[in-house]
């Protein structure tokens, strides 16, 4: 049972863009918040974004705010990263992730219960 499926994607040129899904099959979707973090080979992994349950709040990360947009479709149960005006430190795999059904996000990749398995974004100059 694979509960959070990341799919999008793809090599980009530097300026170009990529939309990010997330599809949830967790039961505590609506009510989670949300998160997408990425992560470069020999390198921590790091905050990019996070939503509320709701959508109604959002946070992001300042290498990526005015970039990127995190949304959600409850209906759907899928979240989104919109990423804009790409560059190459943006290269990564990129990972979506829910708490265990409280409904804030968090910054910290340790307060996420469920993860992806990840998505790779590669941006060339």
């Known amino acids: 049972q694979v509960q959070l499926v990341e799919s999008g994607g793809g090599l980009v040129q530097a300026g170009g863009s990529l939309r990010l899904s997330c599809a949830a099959s967790?039961?505590?979707?609506?009510?989670?918040?949300m998160g997408w973090f990425r992560q470069a080979p020999g390198k921590e992994r790091e905050f990019v974004s996070t939503i509320t349950w709701s959508g109604g709040s959002t946070d992001y990360a300042e290498a990526v705010k005015g970039r990127f947009a995190i949304s959600r479709d409850n209906a759907k149960k899928t979240v989104y990263l919109q990423m804009n005006s790409l560059k190459p430190e943006d290269t990564a795999v990129y990972y979506c992730a829910a708490t265990a059904g409280t409904p804030w996000g968090s910054r910290r990749p340790e307060m996420y219960m469920y993860w992806g398995q990840g998505t790779q974004v590669t941006v060339s100059s």
């Open positions: 967790l039961r505590t979707f609506s009510t989670s918040g």
